[in-house]
């Protein structure tokens, strides 16, 4: 007798269908007492763990059965196409959008869909196919407002933010939870190829302020990003002296974190002991 499950759920045909035994999966199949869409404890069915692992083999003897769900969600409303979009599985997931029962742009249970999540991770196949389908929408956003665009900006994906921008219905400047732009967050964290990307678009704003007032060049300057600070000093539209919400400018906080070559980029001289502690 076959064991039905191990102390974690996961049945034969999970492990089978997780580590890409086809022969084994094919075998388990042919067994009335097999349920082929047996989920583990967290709502994972073995189509879920094939796709995630990209063995393209097992999904596609999978996907041959009439009673196996190509969309059901775990816990975390993932579905097969979320899984195999985070984890960069190209073959999978083309193979999963040949069928009419996908939805492409399901969101899991903190509104991410497959596109942002690929997105997130770099993953420019991916993002190029899930592109291509009708009904996606390249720039939905997910928790706290963060859109594709945002988490590739964020990440330093370049190329993924290349794709991205080459959409007419992806909005730049879209604001996060916390009224921050792409580029602000590309800034923040020294992608400079992100930010020069998205300072090549007439319709993004180099100098737009976050909440608490601080632009782009304060975010590269307080964390010493000079190759950052360097191409947003190159703009006529930028303020190399504009204040945050506090009245300091950038030279404040790349002197106050020791930057000293975003210091020499700013202008030494400028630096007033006035401004607010």
């Known amino acids: 007798m ?14 089978a269908a997780r ?7 094919r075998a388990l199949l042919e067994r009335n007492d097999i349920n082929p869409n047996k989920p583990d404890i967290h709502g994972r069915t073995p189509l879920s763990w094939a796709a995630r692992h990209g063995h393209v083999g097992v999904v ?5 059965r009439d ?14 196409l979320s899984h195999a979009a985070c984890y960069g599985r190209g073959g999978v997931v083309k193979l999963l959008l040949e069928r009419d029962d996908i939805s492409p742009d399901k969101p899991d249970v ?23 389908q009708d009904g996606v929408n390249p720039d939905k956003p997910g928790r706290f407002g963060r859109t594709p665009l945002w988490w590739a900006a964020y990440n330093g994906q370049d190329g993924v933010v290349e794709s991205l921008l080459g959409r007419g219905d992806v909005n730049p400047n879209k604001l996060d939870g916390g009224g921050r732009t792409p580029l602000s967050r590309a800034a923040e964290n020294g992608h400079k190829g992100v930010v020069k990307l998205l300072l090549g678009r007439d319709d993004v704003d180099p100098d737009k302020p976050d909440e608490g007032g601080l632009t782009p060049l304060s975010q590269a300057a307080s964390r010493g990003h000079e190759g950052v600070v360097k191409l947003l000093l190159g703009r006529d539209d930028v303020d ?12 404040w906080w ?3 974190n020791g930057q000293a070559g975003v210091i020499a980029l700013l202008h030494p ?8 502690a």
């Open 2 to 15: 076959i064991p039905t499950k191990d102390n974690m759920a996961d049945t034969p045909l999970l492990w």
């Open 19 to 25: 580590a890409g035994h086809e022969e084994v999966v």
């Open 60 to 64: 596609k003897i999978l996907l041959g």
């Open 67 to 80: 009673d196996v769900n190509p969309d059901t969600l775990d816990e975390f409303g993932q579905t097969p």
């Open 110 to 132: 903190d509104g991410n869909t497959s596109l942002l999540r690929a997105a997130r991770n770099g993953y420019s196949e991916v993002v190029e196919i899930l592109l291509g």
């Open 240 to 251: 190399p002296d504009r204040p945050d919400g506090d009245g300091r400018p950038p030279l």
């Open 254 to 256: 790349a002197t106050k």
């Open 269 to 276: 001289r400028r630096f007033s002991t006035n401004y607010p």
